[in-house]
């Protein structure tokens, strides 16, 4: 069963400094989505992703945050300079034109 | 203000009984969702309602809607160890996202 795959699984990064989370959604989907998960805290929706542009994003997604898909088959989302509270698990998503959203396993984010 | 929130917000049953768990929300919806998160993990989707829909089975899971009431409710039936997760209500009410609840902890005792 195809399924969204997200890599790494784990990333440790410094404060300030870059990240890029990626995502490998279902081939035939056609939107995207970032969500994340501050531990213990609910699921929150970052951004939406449709036809190569951004649908919808939340008062989280400020400047610092960007997302792609630089090619077929990639979504990425990019922290410009992490803060230590972008410390949360990433989530990424993607459905075809029906309801459901497939989520993928998560990069779990840790900055120090 | 918060859409889709869930009680109890923990829940501890005896393995084989049922457990139900209850989603409230505020806005209107196109369709209302049930995740389950193991501890760490990813969410994996359970079943999906439509706002049309009063009720829907899936195996061992039984979900209903009430849009007068704006709420919904999660059964899941002779509950088994591996049941023991986190159980989240997520409504679609535009085409660009979903909206979590602060879920559901459920413990099936062996």
């Known amino acids: 069963e195809p399924e969204v795959t997200q890599t790494p699984s784990h990333q440790v990064t410094q404060m300030g400094q870059e990240v890029i989370l990626r995502c490998v959604p279902i081939s035939n989907h056609l939107y995207f989505y970032w969500y994340r998960q501050i531990l213990g805290q609910k699921v929150e929706f970052l951004v939406s992703f449709y036809n190569n542009e951004i649908s919808e994003k939340s008062e989280i997604f400020d400047d610092q945050f960007s997302v792609e898909r630089p090619d077929g088959s990639n979504f990425t989302l990019k922290i410009r300079s992490t803060k230590l509270e972008d410390s949360a698990m990433y989530f990424c998503?993607?459905?075809?034109?029906?309801?459901?959203?497939?989520f993928g396993p998560g990069t779990r984010l840790l900055v120090l | 203000s918060q859409q889709g929130e869930e009680d109890p917000q923990a829940l501890s049953i005896q393995e084989g009984e049922n457990a139900t768990m209850n989603c409230s929300y505020k806005?209107?919806?196109?369709?209302l969702q049930w995740y389950r998160q193991n501890s760490g993990r990813g969410l994996v989707h359970l079943i999906l309602?439509?706002?049309?829909?009063r009720e829907k089975h899936s195996g061992r899971l039984r979900v209903t809607l009430d849009t007068s009431k704006k709420s919904s409710s999660l059964l899941i039936t002779a509950s088994r160890a591996a049941d023991t997760a986190s159980y989240f209500c997520a409504t679609d009410s535009s085409a660009s996202k979903i909206i979590f609840g602060s879920g559901t902890r459920l413990s099936i005792r062996p």
């Open positions: 998503a993607s459905k075809s034109d029906q309801e459901t959203q497939y």
């Open positions: 806005t209107s919806i196109n369709n």
């Open positions: 309602i439509r706002s049309n829909e």
